[in-house]
């Protein structure tokens, strides 16, 4: 995945985007970069690895190097960034978030007339941010040749652009996969992924970029470059999983989804008659708990914390760059209570249900810390599709999640023609599959949010929100 964050202003802005690309950590575990720019002086550049080292502590020594009135930086899961790109557009540093499937195709395309070249890094494979600048590069300005990439891009493209001007272009993909927005102040803007960062750091959140629209912005004001399209697939995964919860994306906020989304996973279960007798409704931390809240809210059934993640060293399991590794540190960061968990009825909520590699070893924690029962649920449906659009799993296979390895398990590749009935709980093959998973972790029961019902928890249109993770509809 990934995350930025931009500034530019009457003062230096090196500050506001330290702290602002802080808080976007939560988008990215590998890399992370600023830039900045000064009148005098010019560009300075930091790029960093943050596996192991967290943002914050990582930057912390560039800072008295940095200076300049404007400056963009990023959050990277994919390849170091932002870079200086110097063309006959001028010398401007780039940022982008997204995924290329067809990388070799454009790489090829532009190798074509035997001129062109890139620096490989040390995989031979190219910087997917320096083939972005390549195809902007193409066009005649920066406006038209953001368009172009965007259009031959097959995935995604949200990106941000400083010039030697000291502005800020910020683009959102084409159909506005990823959120854009603008804050304001007294004394300049600032671009976000995330909208609470620019309220935390002084600035009231101005404007939201439509999908497609291009901004310019400049320390007194920002204008559209290109006007935004009519078409949108907002990735829903923001407001289930990896949105921040104080943000909002097109008005919805991500906490506030989160308790409804389990309220209304409880007000089915309650109508179908499927809810269990469970002493505690319990979240998986941390991304589960307010969806776990909202069923608990609904069900009558007390809300509890049998389990804590201790996170002082290890914030995110799957930091380490091995599963291996991250299985061992999601052990060792679940601390039980014991009194809330030996000889009780358990009900664990999840923000989704994606691998399942974890998720054996967490149920065999509660049984081995006393529970009686444990009753698992998704607070998103069956995930049968790999995103094809954001990089925001570590998945090198589809056959890595969770529905589809039991389906082939179940039905051999006849099971994988037959994805639309095993992820519809109404269907044979859907009870079979939640049978199936019951039966391989340990559950007592299982049950998996329904896509209605989570739409109508994120609440704006249908058709403007992104579901293909679930259905594998475009």
């Not at 202003?9 to 988008?27: A, C, I, K, M, Q």
């Not at 800020?168 to 007294?186: Q, T």
């Not at 101005?206 to 310019?216: C, D, F, H, S």
């Not at 078409?231 to 919805?252: D, H, Q, R, V």
């Amino acid at each position: 995945m990934g995350g930025f964050f931009g500034a530019v202003s009457h003062r230096d802005t090196v500050l506001d985007v330290y702290f602002g690309v802080d808080y976007h950590t939560h988008l990215g575990t590998r890399r992370a970069g600023m830039i900045f720019y000064d009148r005098e002086s010019g560009f300075q550049r930091q790029i960093h690895s943050i596996e192991n080292t967290p943002f914050r502590t990582k930057f912390a020594r560039d800072l008295a190097d940095f200076h300049g009135c404007a400056g963009i930086g990023c959050i990277s899961d994919s390849n170091p960034q932002p870079l200086l790109v110097r063309s006959h557009l001028g010398l401007y540093a780039i940022t982008t978030v997204g995924l290329i499937n067809n990388a070799e195709e454009l790489i090829a395309d532009y190798f074509s007339d035997h001129d062109h070249q890139f620096m490989a890094m040390s995989s031979g494979s190219v910087n997917e941010t320096e083939l972005v600048a390549a195809l902007i590069n193409q066009s005649e300005d920066l406006v038209s040749g953001i368009r172009r990439a965007q259009e031959l891009i097959n995935g995604s493209l949200t990106l941000l652009i400083l010039t030697e001007k000291g502005e800020i272009l910020a683009a959102r993909d084409k159909v506005g996969r990823l959120p854009v927005l603008i804050g304001k102040n007294d004394e300049g803007h600032c671009v976000s992924f995330e909208s609470f960062v620019c309220q935390k750091l002084g600035y009231e959140v101005a404007y939201e970029l439509g999908p497609g629209e291009i901004v310019r912005m400049t320390a007194d004001d920002f204008e559209t470059l290109a006007p935004a399209g009519d078409k949108m697939k907002i990735c829903a995964f923001l407001w289930t999983y990896y949105g921040y919860p104080n943000s909002n994306y097109e008005g919805k906020n991500v906490e506030v989804m989160r308790y409804r989304n389990g309220e209304l996973m409880a007000r089915d279960e309650i109508a179908r008659g499927d809810l269990p007798k469970v002493d505690f409704v319990a979240g998986m931390p941390d991304s589960g708990v307010p969806h776990a809240i909202g069923y608990a809210n609904r069900s009558g059934k007390a809300f509890a914390r049998p389990f804590i993640k201790y996170t002082p060293t290890w914030a995110r399991s799957f930091m380490p760059t091995t599963q291996e590794m991250r299985n061992r540190v999601a052990n060792m960061k679940q601390l039980p209570v014991p009194e809330l968990i030996r000889g009780k009825r358990l009900m664990l909520v999840d923000d989704s249900i994606v691998r399942g590699t974890q998720m054996q070893e967490t149920v065999q924690f509660l049984y081995d810390s006393g529970a009686q029962e444990v009753h698992m649920r998704s607070a998103c449906p069956p995930i049968a599709y790999g995103c094809k659009y954001l990089n925001f799993s570590r998945s090198k296979s589809e056959m890595e999640l969770l529905v589809r390895r039991v389906a082939q398990e179940l039905e051999g590749d006849e099971g994988l023609r037959h994805l639309d009935e095993y992820v519809d709980r109404d269907t044979e093959r859907g009870k079979c599959l939640l049978d199936a998973i019951c039966k391989k972790f340990g559950f007592d029961s299982l049950g998996y949010q329904s896509l209605d019902s989570l739409l109508e928890a994120i609440g704006i249109d249908r058709d403007q929100v992104c579901t293909y993770c679930w259905t594998g509809k475009e």
